[in-house]
């Protein structure tokens, strides 16, 4: 392979990495992760590496499981094998619930504490239960594609849905409420 030849190939791999967003591509590089195109690499990985460079058979063996992984993920709609298990389910339904639930213990944590009155709990609660609905609304478009096509129906799932959410809202944040009074006696 000739000069000319050899930098031609070294430009197109460059491309070919800026493209899949391998920014730090070099292959003159005297660090060894710098000179492999493994795709975009999280900061703090990169930092580690900085002191504690991977090895060529490391870098390699990276390169390998994400050049199979993209296949896997071109590719799996031709096999039509790409259905959500029970657990992606479940855990993308826990993780879109996190941050109202979060948000919903915040207020009667406090207000158990500083010994506020019960309403504001009661308060709380219903607030919560709007900014879930107002986070979930994708859901409610899903429910209201599955329920009977009159509008008493949707409106009974949409309505049934807000109302179980409300009523668990208000008794995690009431037995919350409970026990942050119970940890200041004042």
């Known amino acids: 392979m000739d000069k000319d030849e050899y930098e031609r190939q070294q430009e197109e791999t460059a ?5 899949e967003g391998a920014w730090y591509y070099d292959p003159e590089s005297l660090v060894i992760w ?11 990985r990169r ?53 109202p639930v979060i948000l919903s213990a915040v207020g009667p944590l406090y207000y158990g504490y500083t010994h506020g009155p019960y309403w504001r ?12 609905s107002w986070l979930e609304r ?6 209201l594609s599955t329920a009977p096509p009159s509008i008493l129906g949707r409106s009974l799932a949409v309505v049934t ?3 179980v959410v409300a ?14 009074r119970s940890l200041n006696p004042n």
């Open 15 to 19: 491309r070919h990495a800026e493209s």
């Open 34 to 44: 710098k000179q492999y195109i493994i795709g975009p690499v999280s900061l703090w």
């Open 47 to 99: 930092a580690l590496w900085w002191f504690f460079p991977p090895s060529h058979a490391k870098m390699h063996r990276i390169m390998q499981r994400r050049s199979d992984r993209m296949w896997k993920d071109a590719t799996d709609h031709l096999t039509g094998s790409k259905s959500p298990t029970a657990r992606n389910v479940v855990r993308v339904i826990f993780l879109s619930m996190a941050v």
């Open 121 to 132: 709990i009661i308060v709380w609660a219903l607030a919560c239960t709007v900014g879930f």
């Open 138 to 143: 994708l859901s409610f478009k899903s429910a």
């Open 161 to 163: 849905i807000v109302a």
């Open 167 to 180: 009523i668990v809202f208000v008794a995690g944040d009431t037995a919350l409420y409970l026990l942050a």
